[in-house]
């Protein structure tokens, strides 16, 4: 099963807006992880941001945790089309030792 | 090595057939999760080995599956009596340690068509 939900499941954009990915959860979680995969292959982390966090930065990247409404967003700020991926939230499951990913938003920006 | 390997990238076989796939994780990396990916979905956990032992295998399917670590680096994830939904891609991923608040280094991947 999944915990993580993504909203919306796909979004496309032009190169210079920004982008924002919504992700919802089930149940409490110690972290949240966001990922970016291009072409369905292998997955590469962006950022985490603990349980104790409400915004982390990383560049062009910003990402909040609302951990009362079991949500987290990603915003890209000035797209570019080389970040046309699809974006996954991921959470830890019961235990903790296992990262459960959900059904990811699939971005497109056009040149 | 530089990055999780795995091998092959692709891989047809029979229905019925069994098939092994191959994860080498990152040098000195002591945990190490096997993930099933279909299309258009999220990664599916399988099992999370920390070490030599398998610490959470309760993400396979049922008993046709079965991953190894015997020497706590390379994992071996074998398959018996392949269906056809078992097509997916297979995704290994390291971490340094263990437990989600660690990075996790992703492969990239195992194409695995059962035809």
């Known amino acids: 099963s999944q915990q993580g939900e993504e909203d919306p499941q796909a979004l496309s954009i032009q190169e210079g807006e920004n982008a924002t990915m919504n992700c919802s959860y089930k149940?409490?979680?110690?972290?949240l992880q966001w990922y970016r995969q291009n072409s369905g292959r292998g997955l590469v982390h962006l950022i985490l941001?603990?349980?104790?966090?409400r915004e982390k930065h990383s560049g062009r990247l910003r990402v909040t945790l609302d951990t009362s409404k079991k949500s987290s967003s990603l915003l890209i700020t000035a797209s570019r089309a080389a970040d046309t991926a699809s974006y996954f939230c991921?959470?830890?499951?019961?235990?903790?030792?296992?990262?459960?990913f959900g059904a990811g938003t699939r971005l497109f920006v056009k040149a | 090595g530089a990055g999780v390997s795995q091998t092959p990238s692709n891989k047809v076989t029979e229905k019925g057939k069994y098939v092994e796939l191959r994860c080498d994780p990152i040098s000195g990396h002591t945990a190490l999760y096997w993930y099933r990916q279909s299309l258009g979905q999220g990664p599916e956990f399988l099992i999370y080995?920390?070490?030599?032992?398998?610490?959470?295998d309760s993400g396979l399917p049922n008993d046709r599956f079965f991953a190894v670590r015997p020497e706590g680096s390379v994992s071996t994830l074998k398959i018996q009596r392949t269906e056809r939904g078992d097509s997916a891609v297979y995704l290994c991923?390291?971490?340094?340690?263990?437990?989600?608040?660690?990075?996790?280094?992703f492969g990239q991947g195992t194409r695995l068509t059962v035809v």
């Open positions: 991923a390291s971490s340094l340690t263990g437990g989600t608040g660690n990075e996790a280094f």
């Open positions: 080995f920390q070490g030599t032992g398998a610490a959470d």
């Open positions: 991921a959470t830890d499951g019961a235990g903790g030792f296992k990262t459960i």
């Open positions: 149940t409490s979680i110690n972290n």
């Open positions: 941001i603990r349980s104790n966090e």
